[in-house]
């Protein structure tokens, strides 16, 4: 895969639970195609949809899906129906006291929805889907979002000598599973270095209501995925399926995250 492919704004997306799933891919201008599919195999009829796609997530009976513009300055989402597509709510991400500044990424954890983000500042914020499709901050009795800091930025001196208060850019990729009622996120973040970029991948555990520790992954990865191996045994079946920055070649690494 190429690394330009793996952005938001190019890659062929799936998500999926026993069900079924839907396939999200590029549809040219300003626009992409989605299908549903039963097996993963044979897909449905292709539906148009105006803007660009971030992210998505499966729901029960819902389809959760993330768009972006070509700035990535605006956020919206819309809540289909499963069985017909029909969507039944939209609705951006405005509002100043979540501060969602860059929304990436929409995963779900017992029945619940929540979407990830970054700050001005680059630390890593979550909200939730309320039951009327609206977001709700986390921690009732905290006035503040929980947020893990310096998330989305590469913690060197010079990164700190020279950080103003302008926003920090948003990570590059983000993927995610649940393991064990935990969901596992992933992400990578980049600083161009002249003519080079160097990048990093981090990952962190979120349980619905704090995020873990701030982990730091030894390769860097043009495209990945979070998955689980589900023969292994228990405690040990989470997966990291990435392909290393510069490959020469489309091999697919397969890494074991302790």
Known sequence: MHIDLATGYTAPQIVGDPQGGFVFYHGGNEGFFFADTGDGKKFGKKTWV?????????????LVALYTDK?????????????TLERVWSG?????DLELTHPLHLASLNDQVFVFATDKSGALRAARFNDEWALAPLGADSPETPHLVGAAVLETQADKDERTE???????L???????????VFW?????????????????????????KLG???NDLAAMAAGTDPLAPPGTQLRLYGVPVRAKDSTIRVFQPE
């Open 216 to 218: 730091h992954f030894p």
């Open 71 to 83: 700035e990535q300055k605006d956020y919206f989402y819309s809540v289909y129906m499963r069985k």
């Open 174 to 184: 983000m993927t995610s599973v649940v393991v064990d009622g935990v969901l596992n």
């Open 166 to 172: 302008t926003s920090v850019a948003p990570p590059l």
């Open 92 to 96: 951006e991400i405005s509002d100043p």
């Open 50 to 62: 105006n803007g660009i796609l971030a992210s998505a997530t499966l729901a029960n009976d819902r």
């Open 188 to 212: 990578r973040v980049e600083r161009e270095e002249g003519r080079g970029t160097k990048g990093e991948v981090r990952w962190t555990t979120f349980d619905g209501t704090h995020f873990g």
